[in-house]
Nanobody, 124 residues
């Protein structure tokens, strides 16, 4: 079992920055990496970013490329999502999830452990 806990959400003005944290505990050695997803009101959950444990390769949705950065603190078993130049359309509940199935990092079906989500609200 793996436990995943997000933190760091909040209210920020457009153009501002926020950093989300995701702490993983338990049997993380059996997982492939960590990803961030988000769900805006009335929309389906979508992929945001992910990082591979083995290669430390990173993956981003086109909508956040160049603005968001995913990183990892191996010693703390924590993944961060640094979000810069935030836009109103970034408003969503952000979920962190642990990847438990091999293959691409973009499909949420490959993630078996999810956090409770943290709200990010970007105001104009």
């Amino acid at each position: 079992q793996v436990q995943v806990v997000e933190s760091g959400g909040g209210l920020v003005q457009a153009g501002g920055s926020l950093r989300l944290s995701c702490a993983a505990s338990g049997r993380t050695s059996s997982t492939y990496g960590m990803g961030w997803f988000r769900q805006a009101p009335g929309k389906e959950r979508e992929f945001v970013a992910a990082i591979s444990w083995a290669s430390e390769s990173t993956y981003y949705a086109n909508s956040v490329k160049g603005r968001f950065t995913i990183s990892r603190d191996k010693a703390k078993n924590t993944v961060y999502l640094q979000m810069n130049s935030l836009k109103r359309e970034d408003t969503a509940v952000y979920y962190c999830a642990c990847k438990t199935v091999g293959g691409n990092f973009y499909d949420e079906i490959r993630y078996g452990y999810w956090g409770q989500g943290t709200q990010v609200t970007v105001s104009s």
